[in-house]
C-alpha cells in the first residue's frame, strides 16, 4: 500500500497487518495530523531478528526515542545488525522505526524521504510545529 504522510510518498506491505486499507488509511492521515499516537492493528511479525526488532520498536512510546545500541543490547546483537532490521521493517510507521536513532545522532531511515522524513516524523511526536521542517 502507498500512502503519503507529511509530503513523503511512503509504502507499507499490508501482508503484515490485520486490517484493510480503507481502516487503516485514515489511521495514517490522523496520525500524520498529529491526532493519533498509536493504531489499531494487529501485526504479524516475521520470524528472525527483523521480527525481535519490530517488536522492541513497537514498544517504543509515541514522542520517545531509543538507540540502535538500546536494542542491540536486549537483543543480544550488535548495533549494525539492528539497523539493518530497521531498515527492513515492512510497515513503516505502524511500527515506528523513526523512533530508534544511532548514539550520536539521527542515524539513518530507509523510507522514502530518508533521514529528512525520520526528523519530521520525530518532530511531530514532540509536538513541534511542521512549518518549522519546510
Known amino acids: 500500500m502507498r500512502f503519503e504522510l507529511l509530503d513523503a510518498e ?12 480503507a481502516t487503516l488509511r485514515p489511521q495514517l492521515v490522523a496520525y500524520g495530523r498529529g491526532d493519533r499516537r498509536e493504531f489499531d492493528v494487529s501485526i504479524s511479525y516475521p520470524e528472525g531478528l527483523v521480527g525481535d526488532v519490530m517488536q522492541l520498536m513497537a514498544a517504543i512510546p509515541y514522542g520517545e526515542t531509543r ?12 548495533a549494525q545488525a539492528v539497523g539493518q532490521a530497521c531498515g527492513s521493517n515492512p510497515v513503516p510507521v505502524v511500527v515506528p522505526c523513526h523512533r530508534v536513532v544511532a548514539a550520536d545522532g539521527l542515524g539513518g531511515f530507509s523510507a522514502a524521504g530518508g533521514t ?3 526528523r ?3 518532530g511531530l511526536e514532540r509536538g513541534e510545529s511542521l512549518a518549522r521542517f519546510g
Open 10 to 21: 511512503m509504502r507499507l506491505d499490508e501482508s503484515y497487518l490485520d486490517v484493510d486499507e
Open 67 to 78: 538507540t540502535y545500541g538500546d536494542l542491540a543490547v536486549d537483543l543480544e546483537t550488535s
Open 116 to 118: 529528512a522524513l525520520k
Open 120 to 122: 519530521r516524523l520525530l
